[in-house]
């Protein structure tokens, strides 16, 4: 009974028309004849794989969790066989760089690898982007012996790679971590302290696990200055990369948690383990920060897929579920009906399908922004890294709060049965709940956006993408159709530019505290008047693309931007009185008073 | 590391005064002297009970869960006893009526009671709230024999009592239910079945189960208008009330749930049961309504109690965990600070606190307005049953759908920790979610509101609730500090006075299918209107109170009612749109292409 997963392969190709991506990427020398026709055979392929090798072992990993015992994590059923045949087939490293063994292929494909294996099983795909991470970090800022040494095997998936950052006493303020690295004489360090929150930190898929962890070199300044990252294998390398000894770093327990059970979340000891310093001392954080831009616009893919999920569970159980005769209809009209012809289920269902269209650009334009940030030049990587810089915190958060709100409209469609674990629905509601979360709470993407990304290059960087927003209302009233709604999302993008630069006027001003307590409607608005520009551009592509074969898909992407822009983007106006009203009330009453 | 529940008992006696319960309540004859003094004493009396007897065995039963073993399901650890302590001690029957055996108290004061023993424990209280269902649906229906043989030991709780309604084909829609009752010689029913979503169908706390069972005669009119109810025990009760056999009601399965795992959903099977008709035949849904508008109002209670506990477990959180430095103070000022003190949290613990009063005063006054419905005479009796009418569904599905999106925020402020189960904060999210499905999915509710609830009496009944708005404003004018307030509410209001009027049109030129659609985002719009209502008048009640010796108190609720209408009333507008376009575009894209 559980969800059929079918990629939507249609919808995904659409989407890179949308951005044009093939126009952006062909700029970049590596990628200058990259085009349809790369792409669609590898989401064809990567589609196969996700439906046949890990859909069906996604509520399995659901029911039956990563199991702890005594230091060993024992993956779920079917994990382990499923894992050698995804390395196998390249799926974890096919847009990791060919110079070090991964596919060579963009950053902007991944958005779509990543949806589709996610959606079909978003527990077993964890741990692999896990790997990523390690892998980045290594790539970017390893010594040369250290990359010949880890990435081969990190990269062909016979190793996979963890994050430790977290502590009990140290979770989004990385400032006092107490792991230890004591510096022996040959060079090496002996790594002793505790950290939590380790995805995939042990389990029995690889040989090998390499852990980047962060910790402090005694004597090191205080604070984030003082941290440093190292290399932790789980057994030690030897030089011939054959593995040594066990190197006394051991699971002591795993979480249990709402969701992702699949994915086991360990609390790991490292007990005078031997570490390898990455780079130079204290220099940890920044090094950290490469992996972690990426993790956040993972985490944006997270809650796109879990929506992907739980729009397909819905419109399945819907168009099957027959009850009671939709109002309006005569009983003979109403003879084949099912419950999807009731308007309220319809609504329910543009509402997720709409969103999830304009999550989808939303997190492919980050992903290809990650590409011209890393591999243009000139201008236009600085173009990549500033565009890149302002989408991530909104493409985070926007995405992963909607993804919970979505996955529970989806139960909705359920009644009763969306209630009951057996249908499944209730998984992608769980799973999803975690992207909010990780890879720094979306109150920290706030943040982030308020006082690291609007004031990116003065405050350019937000002005290019505002301007932008304003050509494509001017693309939009080129076409009869879509005029009254680009007046819509030209009242909203009026309401953000002044946002915006109330904003700034503020921060110019010092007033700190208050542009923070603005910091979680303002991105909430952004991101909706975003979903709004992305869903404007979508429906002057579709317009472009009627006179083509495929008009009843045409018409389908035009109507979901309607739907969007006349429906969904008018909550974007609710938030302007708490981004202008910053901290006001908020400390008019005790702590203890809550 | 659950969390530790202390009702919030100056909340809850405030609301009675914000609603003006005491006077509301004396124009009952039977309840013309209840004031103060009889609320706050069994109130107190109710939070002592809930923190020490059910709080403990929360956890308790959403880890263990109810377990079936081949028919028999066996209750968590702890339930059985709580159970003979919560009948003993008279909670169950505490606003039943006193000639039954009840305790007499009002409706009105059974929210408080439902909000208080629900927060400690949703799971546990659900079994006794649908004796009282149970125990309505005989009351008002059933004949004096049947009365005399059932009521003593539902209402001293040594029966308990269900509801069934639902089978497997007929969830939300009953006209086609096929469980048959066949009519015998002696004027018995043998009743044959399979019924769904029995909320305790089955458990070990009581010596009998009383089941009200939906079901057809054979030969009886078709659709909803040929359903009867019975009276099914599972043990056949004697003339002398001894317990005679089994009756052929058998438990087959329950349900794996999201969650209120310590309440077992059972499938039920009827096998030739001997059942007891209820007054007259055909008459069954007519009678079921009377204990389903009841249910929904619990519902309501249910949003509410989860939102109350998950705040608790936020605040407590936030001010224990220490994390960072809040923007804009110095490392000094930070010294003694907590996660409550940055800007973000607070913000999440402001929305959710608000949104817990508006629930607190929309379900308190619910009730109230039950009271008026069955208790009061004349004019006022119709003013009860009229505005009980409309609120139920508001009451029932704003309430529920807000206590999912903010017991989420509450696990938001936790951080990781909000994910791991260890920390009780998920359960309240898992809770909440059944509370939008059972007794009518939100979509109906919305159905309801706009077919049958705002033409009641001709639209009279909505158009005097909409005055009560006015006038509360013109109070709210005559305090200087809520004169801006005042005015964003107006500005709302007339906002709903001309989405009503839109409805009352197109209802009056037979637009259904439209009507239809606009359901569900007019009454989330009414919804949020409704809580600033409410808000507006517990600012003026505390601006009154602001001279007596808790100005502290008072003026906390101020701000509150200030945050509400300032920034979270706004979300109404943004239905409008929904509300004035109806179901243009729903219907533009196939079924099969969602």
């Excluded at 990385?174 to 930190?201: C, E």
């Excluded at 915006?500 to 910091?519: M, P, R």
């Amino acid at each position: 009974m559980a969800v059929n997963y079918k990629a939507p392969i249609n919808d995904i190709i659409f989407a890179y028309d949308v951005l044009d991506s093939y126009n952006i990427l062909n700029k970049i020398e590596k990628f200058k004849d990259f085009g349809l026709d790369t792409l669609e055979p590898i989401v064809e392929e990567c589609a196969k794989f996700a439906e046949e090798v890990l859909a069906p072992i996604n509520s399995i990993g659901d029911k039956n969790g990563a199991i702890f015992d005594e230091g060993i994590v024992k993956m779920p059923p079917g994990f382990k066989e499923a894992y050698e045949k995804f390395t196998k087939a390249g799926w974890s490293s096919i847009s990791l760089p060919s110079d070090i063994g991964g596919g060579g292929l963009p950053y902007g494909l991944s958005a779509a690898i990543l949806e589709i294996l996610c959606t079909a099983n978003m527990a077993f795909v964890l741990g692999p982007g896990l790997s990523i991470g390690a892998i980045s970090g290594i790539n970017f800022h390893a010594n040369q012996g250290q990359k010949d040494m880890y990435l081969p095997d990190l990269v062909a998936g016979n190793w996979t790679g963890t994050m430790n950052l977290s502590e009990p006493q140290s979770g989004s303020d990385l400032s006092n971590i107490s792991t230890k690295a004591t510096k022996q004489d040959d060079g090496t360090y002996r790594i002793t302290g505790t950290k939590i929150w380790i995805g995939s930190g042990e389990h029995d898929l690889s040989e090998n696990i390499i852990h980047l962890v962060l910790a402090k070199v005694p004597g090191s300044p205080e604070g984030t200055k003082g941290i440093s990252m190292f290399i932790v294998p789980k057994f030690v390398v030897n030089d011939d990369s054959s593995l040594g000894g066990h190197n006394k770093v051991n699971c002591i327990s795993i979480e249990e948690k709402l969701g992702i059970h699949g994915s086991p979340t360990c609390v790991m000891e490292y007990d005078g383990s031997v570490g390898y310093l990455i780079g130079e001392e204290n220099m940890g954080l920044n090094y950290m920060f490469t992996t972690i831009n990426e993790a956040r616009i993972r985490a944006g893919g997270h809650g796109l897929a879990c929506t992907s999920g739980a729009l397909q569970g819905a419109s399945q159980y819907a168009r099957d579920r027959v009850q009671g005769r939709p109002v309006g209809m005569t009983k003979e009209e109403a003879k084949d009906s099912s419950i999807i012809d009731h308007a309220d289920v319809r609504r329910t269902l543009m509402t997720i399908k709409s969103y999830l269209d304009a999550m989808r650009y939303m997190n492919y334009d980050n992903h290809l922004m990650l590409d011209l940030e890393y591999f243009a030049e000139g201008e236009l990587k600085d173009f990549g890294k500033e565009r890149c810089g302002i989408l991530t915190p909104i493409t985070k958060a926007w995405i992963s709060d909607l993804s919970v709100e979505l996955t529970s409209m989806a139960i909705q469609v359920y009644g009763g049965m969306g209630y009951v674990e057996e249908t499944g629905i209730a998984q992608y509601f769980r799973d999803a709940r975690i992207a909010p979360i990780y890879a720094g709470t979306n109150g920290i993407q706030a943040e982030d956006l308020v006082f690291r990304k609007i004031t990116l290059n003065d405050g350019k960087a937000v002005e290019s993408l505002l301007k932008e927003m304003r050509t494509n209302i001017s693309s939009m009233k080129e076409h009869e159709n879509l005029e009254p709604l680009s007046e819509i999302l030209e009242r909203h993008v009026a309401e953000i530019e002044e946002a915006t630069q109330y904003l700034l006027i503020e921060l110019s001003k010092g007033n700190l505290a208050g542009v923070s307590a603005s910091g979680t409607p303002y991105l909430k608005m952004f991101g909706q008047v975003l979903g709004g520009h992305y869903m404007g551009k979508a429906a002057v592509t579709a317009t472009k693309n009627l006179l083509e074969d495929n008009a009843g898909f045409y018409n389908d992407k035009i109507t979901l931007s309607k739907f969007y822009i006349e429906q969904l983007l008018p909550l974007a106006s609710s938030y302007f009185s708490s981004v202008m009203l910053g901290k006001e009330n908020l400390y008019s009453i005790d702590s203890n008073s809550f």
